[in-house]
């Protein structure tokens, strides 16, 4: 943990203290790779029981094990903005992660919210650079008109825990993700399916770890810090 660690830490962590404005509506975008399992192939012999061998628990036998090996059937990926203000989040399913499809789902993003006169988002250090890429995939002026649609903050590197959007892509994992989907269409009618459900209840994160708690409880790396570079 470093300055730089810190200092989006609170950056981030302030942000999610602003109290919910409509007209600028905090958003927390982050991706995740999917993997797509076809139907089992022929089944392996399964491995017959093994009887315990003496009276030692360690030696305690084994009991039978059977296993379906699945045919991978390439990759797909999640693109999710979710707004705790609202309870309402925007999910894409996508066969790849380009920059062309991140630029799409940012346009997207801003037309689902076409009241906002500038939209805070939240998000990782992405392998793209968030405003860079609409200049590749867009005409100069629309790409500056989308880039100043946006608020940019970035949490620290190795923070997922502090990434509110990690806690929605939890729900849909659990919701629909645990299962092996074949094809590109099933997943992402799955996620429509669990999306318009947590739409409709506006489902929401009660964050609890504040800027005062952060000063609190990572006191020890703020004085270290500040003793490595301002030793008495």
């Not at 991140?102 to 009241?115: E, G, I, K, S, T």
Request: proline letters at 9%; glycine letters at 4%.
């Amino acid at each position: 943990m470093n300055a730089a660690f810190v200092a989006r830490t609170e950056d981030v962590l302030a942000v999610y203290e602003r109290p919910h404005d409509p007209r600028f509506p905090v958003a927390c975008f982050d991706e995740r790779p999917c993997v797509l399992h076809g139907q089992p192939v022929e089944p392996r012999p399964p491995v017959p029981a093994q009887p315990a061998a003496g009276a030692q628990p360690a030696k305690a036998g084994r009991p039978r094990r059977e296993s379906s090996p699945y045919v991978r059937q390439g990759t797909a990926c999640l693109l999710a903005a979710f707004e705790p203000g609202t309870g309402q989040r925007l999910v894409e399913v996508s066969a790849r992660r380009t920059g062309a499809d991140y630029c799409r789902f940012v346009q997207a993003l801003a037309a689902a919210d076409p009241q906002a006169e500038k939209i805070v988002r939240v998000q990782d250090n992405l392998n793209t650079p968030a405003d860079a890429v609409f200049y590749q995939h867009l005409p100069a002026a629309e790409a500056r008109v989308l880039a100043a649609r946006f608020e940019g903050h970035y949490t620290p590197q190795n923070a997922s825990w502090l990434h509110m959007v990690e806690l929605e892509r939890s729900a849909i994992a659990r919701h629909c993700l645990h299962q092996r989907i074949p094809t590109l269409a099933e997943l992402t009618a799955h996620v429509t399916a669990c999306v318009t459900q947590r739409n409709a209840a506006r489902a929401t994160v009660h964050w609890q770890f504040t800027l005062e708690k952060a000063r609190t409880n990572l006191g020890r790396h703020y004085q270290k810090i500040r003793a490595t570079n301002y030793p008495d």
